[in-house]
Each structure stands twice: as C-alpha cells, then as structure tokens.
C-alpha cells in the first residue's frame, strides 16, 4: 500500500516538474519574444529617425547629417538638418514617447483602453489650458507647460471624483471624461477663434496636434520632462501591472496602491502634458499605442517601455506621411486621428460583441 | 399607469401634470421665447435704441440701427428653428430609445451630419444649400443607423451606457475624419469652424428658405409620432399588445429626427447638449406625455438656444462666442449628472 502511494507521489512529482517546466519554457519564450520586439521597436525608430533627417526637399548623405549633428559646418544641411529637420525629429520621437507611457499608464490603471487620456479629457485639458496660456496670456514656454500640468491634473482629479459613487466604475468614469473633454474642446476652440491674428496652421496644432515649425525651444522642455518623469513612472512599472490583479490583490503581493497610483497619475499627466504643451493633442497617440503594443508583445510584463516606442513609431510615421504621402501637406494629428478613428469604433464593436467590461 | 419607467428615470414618474400647472407652464415658455427673441434682435455688438428696433422690425432700415437690427432678425429666426429641431430630435430620440443620454450631437448623428457635407464638398464640388441639407440628411441617417447597431451590439442590447458610448466614440471618429478632409483642402478650409463648431452667426433669409421645408416635414412627423413614442414607452412587448406596430412606430419618429437634425446641420454645424437637457426639462414640467413634450421641448430650445447665442453675443464683446459652445458648457454638466445617476449594473 505504501509502495503504491510513493508510485503515485512520485508519478504526480513528475507529471508537476513536466508542467512547471512547460510553464517555465513558455515564460522563457515569451520573454525571449518581448525583449526581440522591443529591439526591434527600437531600431525601427532609430532608423525612421535617420531617414526623417536625411529625406526632405533636399537629399543630404548620412555621412552630411552626422556632421551637422557633431557641430561641423557643412553648406545648406547644418540649416536644414540642424534647425529643421533635427528638431523637428527629436520631437516627434520625444512626444510620441510622451504619449504611450502616458496613455499605457491610465489604460493600465483602469483597466480598460478606452480610459486613454485623450478620451477621457485629460489631454483636452492639457491642450485648452496651453492654447489659453500662449494666445490670451503670452506665456514662455516653461509657464504654458507648468500651466498645462496644472489643468491636466485637475482634469484627472475632477474627473476621478465626479465619477466616485461606490468606487469608480470604468464606463462611468469614461462617459465622464467624455462630457468633460467636450468642454474643453469648446474652451479650446473659443479661444482659437479669439486670435485674430493665428493662423490656421497654429490653430490646428492646438486642434488636432502637428510639428511644424518645430523648434528647439519646444523641444527641450518635453526631454527635461522626460528625464525626470520617465524614470519615475518605470520604477512603478512593476506595481502597476500588479495593480492589474485589483486592489486587494496586489495590495496583498505587497504594493501601495494608492501611493502606485498617485506617483504613476502625476507622472503619466505630466509627460502627456509637456508634449501637448509642445505640439498639441497629437489625436489618438495615447489611445492606440497600448493596445497596439499588447498586440505585438504579448502580455508579459509591464506595457510601459513597448508602448512608448510604438508611440515614437507612429508619430514619426505619421508625420513622414503626412508631410511626403500627399500633394498637401497634413499635420500629424490628422494621420493619426484618421487612423485612430476606425480603432477606435472598432475596439468598441469588440468590446460590445465579447460583453466585456463595458 | 402613473410609473413609467422606474429603472432609468426614477423623478419622473408623472406622466402628466395637473391641467393648470401644465397650461402656466406654457405660458411661461411661450412668453420667454418671446422675449429672449425681441432680446436677440435688441442686443449686439451695436447698441441701438427700442425706436430703432420697432422701426427694423417694421422693416425700415433707414439709420445705421435699424440695419444692424435688420441683420439680426434671420439670426434670430435660424436660432428659434434649428433650437427648435434639435431639442425635438432629442426628445423623440429620447423616447425612441427609452435613453435618457440620447441626443443628437452625443449620439454622432450631428457631426455624422457634418462629415457628410464636408465630404461632398471637398470631392463632390457641392455648392448648393439644398444639395447640403440632402446630403447632411443622409448622413445622419446613416449615422444613426451605425451607431444605434455598434451600441446595441452584445448582452443586454443599447443600454444607455454603451449607446452613449458608441455615440460619443463614433462621433470623435468623425470629428477627426472631418479635420482630416478639411485641412487638406486649402480651398475650403476657411469655413473649418463652421463644420467643427455650431453657429448661427450666418445666417440669411436665404439659407432660412432652403431648410424650412424640411424642418416642416420633420415637424410633423415627431409630433404626430407623439402617441406612438408613449405606447413604446410602456416597452416594446405592452406597446406591441395595444396594437402599436413597434418597429415602425421606431422607424417613422427616427426618420423625423433625422430629418430635423440633417437640415439643422446643414445650416448651422453641430450643435451638441441642446437635445438632451430640454427634454429633461420638459418631462420635469409637463410630465412624461409625449402629446405634451414633444411640441413643449420645440419651444424650450428655441428659447434656449436663441438665448445661448444672445449670451455669446454679449460676454465677449465685441467678439462673439458660437452657440455650439455656449451650449456644450450648459450641457456638459447635465449630461455627467445624468451619466451619475445610471447604474452601471445595467450593462
């Protein structure tokens, strides 16, 4: 009898080793396949970052732009490329980046995609606060960004407690920020409509997002917000993909809930905001990049790093499209939005048809 | 009899106030429409004289005054009809429905609107008004059909939430397709805010010709499909035992709406939120009869959206503020209490 039992120990020991190992493989393939497709993320922006600099009115040789990018002078490129073509490039990358951290961290923390910034007001916020900032009160750089952190955060703040009544349901919230982003839309609007002396151009930076005429001076303010905030926000990676499994859960694996969500709102509203601040609600950014990045990485893992690289990725691609692709040149908001529109009813359709947590 | 529909609309339980208090109610609405019409044309950039405007509204238009309160009067008239036609697509939407979040502009049926006519302007050389409105009528018709099966998708079928979603979701999709086709146009992107942003600043006894004739038809069949909308709002299995063909009675009052809102965004933009506070309102004071809230949420938008754009006139002198805004502001906040008081339970 205690014979058979140790056979049976012993068959069921190894039948668990069989499964752990299975498990573990799987895990290994799967790490093994993030960390491929975000290399490959990654050069993928590094090469569409060189060619953004070389490709234009004028074709300038890669060996042209690393010496304008080294300080040398060479004839009609360190214009070009160096005032242009560089800043212009940096930034596309910067708020592309900006805007998947950002959008990835809410839809993450509310578990569910339609909670991106950019639905749920908080960029509509960022974007009306700036437009007031630079057209009605003619602020520098620095004060129309501190402006628009101030209002995003607010946004978030109103947002969240108008949507509290025995917790905060997603759609409920969602429908929330829907109303409250149409607001600020109009703000936005009235004050576009209030400067004369804007040109259409300018108003649709503030309307649908676009990196013309994108200087130096945009540009900066998003990377110092970068270097502080991203590090921030990864080092809560971890806790909030955890926070994931609901609050009581992973407050029992040990994480501050509310402390990860607070640290990860402010950092995530701040990102979204600089780079609103520096080239407008670029339409939609925030919304796919997640999604988009789940789709191709799979669900291991925290979403943060793959999902500002797809953002980079679409925002570079978007404005290579929207400047070279047709007989008129697009802001980059209008490509995005034009591809995010259908996502987005589409995500809507799926949700509905799978009865899930719409 | 006397509870309607408990489950959404928990306050308004009454299907008809007593006779007296509905009749001082009509009073009251008929008489602030009035004054905030004679406000409209009295108040402007322009100050003029009470003289000047009884002269104008005889039809002299002798002394600069009376000119400017000459232009005024086709503002103010396009502000009472396309008032008027929102808040009565919005109520029979409403009804249609059974979605207290129902409303042209959050359902997309507006901007749908919108994005037609843009589209045939930009690649079909549209120039006509009439063309517009046939073409801003297909379009919302088309996005009412859309969004109405996007949002009914799944368990449950169009429970307010997810119909306000999808309504809301397509109508950001369009919004961004209709950016999209303007700005590539240079030619025709001068009149960008118009198809963004509603208005009335526009307007011309010309304009006003072309879209009567529909807003009368559409007119017509919202009210005469008042009944009808009372019988569904028993539910589709009582209002089908009292011998109400359901899907039609659904089809012919959704035409109407459509219609109204087609030919109001032709002329005006999308214009959002008017359609969802006034019937709010209405069934506040008349209670939930149909017969009753449907002509009453005419005269109540009217009021209010003609007063909406003596408001714009007036806070930001000399400028103006379009209407479409103004009402997104009074609106909003309405919309979030009403989205509040759901229960989420019901998706």
């Keep these: 009898m205690e014979v058979l039992e140790a056979v049976t120990d012993d068959r069921i020991d190894r039948r668990v080793d069989a499964i752990a190992e299975s498990v573990a493989r799987s895990r290994a393939r799967r790490s093994v396949r993030r960390r491929v497709v975000i290399a490959l993320l990654g050069v993928s922006v590094i090469v569409v970052f060189a060619i953004t600099l070389m490709v234009g009115n004028t074709f300038y040789s890669p060996s042209e732009v690393v010496r304008v990018i080294l300080g040398h002078e060479v004839d009609g490129a360190t214009f070009t490329v160096g005032r242009l073509r560089l800043p212009r490039g940096v930034l596309a990358v910067a708020a592309g980046a900006c805007f998947g ?64 009544k025995d917790g905060v349901a997603g759609t409920r919230l969602i429908l929330i920020g829907i109303g409250i982003a149409a607001m600020l839309n109009s703000v936005t609007a009235y004050v576009l409509s209030q400067a004369a002396e804007w040109d259409l151009q300018q108003a649709t930076r503030w309307l649908a997002g676009s990196l013309n005429g994108s200087t130096w001076s ?48 402010v950092a995530a509203v701040g990102l979204i905001a600089f780079a609103t601040a520096a080239c407008g609600p670029i339409a939609f950014v925030a919304f796919l990049s997640g999604p988009i990045a789940a789709r191709i990485v799979g669900t291991t893992g925290s979403l943060l790093i793959p999902s500002a690289l797809v953002g980079a990725l679409l925002v570079q691609v978007a404005d290579l499209c929207g400047q070279f692709a047709f007989d008129t040149r697009y802001p980059v908001g209008v490509i995005t939005g034009v591809l995010g529109a259908p996502y987005l009813i589409y995500l809507i359709v799926r949700t509905n048809r799978a009865g899930g947590s719409l | 009899m006397t509870v309607l529909d408990h489950r959404t609309e928990p306050d308004v339980a009454v299907l008809r106030r007593p006779a007296r208090a509905r009749a001082a109610w009509l009073l009251v609405a008929v008489g602030v429409l009035l004054v905030v019409m004679l406000a409209s044309v009295a108040i402007g950039s322009r100050a003029v004289s009470w003289s000047e405007v009884w002269a104008a509204l005889g039809g002299a238009q002798d002394t600069l005054g009376e000119a400017a309160v000459s232009k005024r ?45 843009v589209i045939g302007i930009a690649y079909f050389q549209m120039t006509s008004p009439t063309s517009f409105i046939w073409v801003a009528i297909a379009g919302s018709a088309a996005s009412a059909v859309f969004v109405y099966a996007v949002g009914s998708l799944g368990r449950g079928g169009a429970t307010p939430l997810k119909l306000a979603l999808a309504g809301a979701a397509s109508s950001a999709a369009f919004a961004s397709l209709v950016s999209g086709v303007v700005l590539g146009r240079n030619d025709i992107a001068g009149g960008v805010t118009s198809w963004q942003i509603g208005g009335v600043g526009g307007a011309t006894y010309e304009k006003l010709g072309y879209m009567v004739p529909f807003l009368a038809v559409g007119f017509v069949i919202c009210v005469l499909s008042a009944r009808g909308l009372n019988s569904l709002a028993l539910g589709d299995e009582l209002a089908a035992g009292l011998g109400q063909n359901v899907a039609v009675t659904r089809a012919v009052a959704a035409f109407g709406a459509v219609v109204l809102c087609g030919a109001s965004t032709a002329i005006a933009g999308p214009i959002a939120f008017v359609g969802l506070v006034v019937p709010h309102a209405c069934r506040m004071l008349f209670g939930a009869d149909h017969r009753w809230v449907l002509p009453m949420s005419a005269v109540i938008g009217a009021a209010l959206l003609t007063a909406g754009d003596v408001v714009g006139r007036v806070i930001a002198r000399p400028q103006e503020i379009d209407v479409g805004i103004i009402t997104a502001f009074l609106g909003a906040p309405v919309f979030i209490y009403i989205v509040r008081r759901q229960k989420v339970r019901e998706l």
Excluded: C, K, W
């Design chain 2, 73 to 117: 009067i086709p503002r103010t008239l396009l502000a009472v009809l396309v008032g008027a036609a929102l808040a009565l697509a919005g109520a029979v939407m409403q009804g249609v429905t059974r979605n207290p979040l129902a409303d042209p502009g959050i359902l997309g049926v507006n901007m749908g609107a919108s994005l037609a006519v």
């Design chain 1, 218 to 265: 945009d540009t900066v303010p998003v990377l110092v917000a970068m270097t502080v905030l991203v590090p921030v926000l990864l080092i809560q990676a971890r806790n909030l993909t955890m926070t994931q499994l609901g609050d009581d859960t992973a407050g029992a694996l040990g994480v501050r809930v509310e402390r990860t969500r607070i640290i990860a709102i």
């Design chain 1, 101 to 164: 951290f950002g959008g990835v961290t809410f839809q993450t923390m509310l578990r569910n995609p339609l909670a991106s910034p950019d639905i749920i007001g908080i960029t509509s916020g960022a974007g009306a606060a700036a437009a007031f900032a630079i057209v009605m009160l003619s602020l520098s750089e620095t004060q129309v960004s501190i402006f628009a952190i101030a209002a995003g955060l607010g946004v978030a703040l109103l947002v969240y407690t108008l949507s509290f």
